[in-house]
């Protein structure tokens, strides 16, 4: 039983240092929140870009987003409270292929190094039609052309990038009926001539009789 006890700690001891090298490993990422939401046609919704650098300092951000741009519009993208006094961007929108792109940098200088743990982006979102959209990010490991958090060195020479690829969040948006905004009603079919149904057979058998009656009238006043 004495030996069992040393056992049974080591072996938490190890599981513990197990979770905290994940951690470790897990390092900076992008976050989306909430994962998962709901809106009508027609309306909107904000979704929250994040980043968790944990104590690892970056310097520059570049968040490429996918989304299915038949199902929502990417309306606006602005700064969140927390970087916007700190941080300027500058973004690109295309809504006609779902693809929002943005470099985020440091109003200071490009190459202020600090760690960032907080939002960084409030995305709204338009639901176009009925079905779901993912909101993924663009992030291939090694890659500079898609999501990245930069950290800068050697006055712009030399650059890492810190994020992990494998964990950054997706978003599924939701949205529900039709919009019902901007349609046009469809008119109601004109004839193109108007009903004649009797109207000529009683205007001439008017117009015969008012020509009997001025006749029969002549004759009576020659007589």
């Known amino acids: 039983m004495k030996l069992l006890r040393p056992t049974i ?4 001891l190890f599981i513990l240092f197990a979770v905290s090298a994940k951690a470790a490993v897990a390092g900076p990422k992008f976050t989306l929140t909430p994962a998962t939401s709901t809106v009508k046609a027609g309306e909107t919704v904000n979704v929250t870009v994040g980043i968790a650098t944990g104590d690892v ?3 520059m951000y570049d968040v490429v987003l996918t989304f299915d741009a038949t199902k929502v519009d990417l309306t606006t993208a602005v700064l969140d409270s927390f970087a916007s006094s700190d941080y300027d961007m500058a973004k690109t929108i295309d809504n006609a292929t ?3 792109t943005a470099n985020i940098y440091s109003k200071n ?4 190094q600090k760690t960032f743990n907080g939002n960084l982006l ?6 176009k039609v009925a079905g779901n959209s993912t909101i993924a990010f663009v992030c291939t490991s090694g890659s500079y052309n898609d999501s990245n958090i930069l950290y800068v060195t050697n006055n712009g020479k030399d650059s890492v990038d810190k994020v992990n690829c494998s964990e950054n969040d997706t978003a599924t948006l939701t949205v529900s009926g039709t919009s019902t905004g901007g349609s046009v009603a469809t008119p109601t079919t004109k004839p193109t001539k108007l009903p004649t149904t009797g109207t000529v057979e009683i205007t001439f058998a008017l117009v ?12 009576i006043l020659r007589l």
């Open 98 to 100: 779902g693809k929002f």
């Open 122 to 127: 409030k995305l709204t979102f338009t639901g």
């Open 57 to 59: 300092k970056s310097t």
């Open 109 to 112: 200088t490009i190459f202020d």
């Open 208 to 219: 015969a009789f008012g020509i009997v009656s001025v006749l029969a009238a002549g004759s």
């Open 9 to 12: 700690f080591l072996y938490f």
